[in-house]
């Protein structure tokens, strides 16, 4: 069964690797590059996973997190975040 997985991360070069890995998987990808755009997705389209960075413009993972399991509790989620990686690599 193909899943839809909306994919929420401001950074556009790991947005356009998750939806390439996910899509050669067989999944069916929607990106949104903040938390507000996610919502409005999540508010249209049957989504199944969410795949959603921490820091994010306009809202912030966790609150996105919390707005998710309000309106739609059924759908899963999994926050990912590189700020600590980015802070050890100093980029």
């Known amino acids: 069964m193909q899943s839809r997985i909306l994919i929420v991360e401001d950074d556009k070069k790991i947005a356009d690797g998750f939806e390439k890995f996910l899509k050669k998987k067989g999944h069916e990808v929607i990106l949104a590059h903040d938390g507000k755009k996610a919502l409005d997705i999540i508010k249209k389209h049957n989504i199944n ?17 919390k707005e998710i399991k309000r309106i739609k509790p059924e759908i899963e989620c999994v926050m990912i975040t590189t700020v600590q990686l980015r802070r050890q690599l100093k980029l």
Do not use: C, F, K
């Not at 996973?49 to 997190?65: A, E, Q, W, Y």
């Open 49 to 65: 996973l969410v795949l959603t960075d921490l820091v994010l413009p306009r809202m912030d993972g966790i609150n996105l997190l």
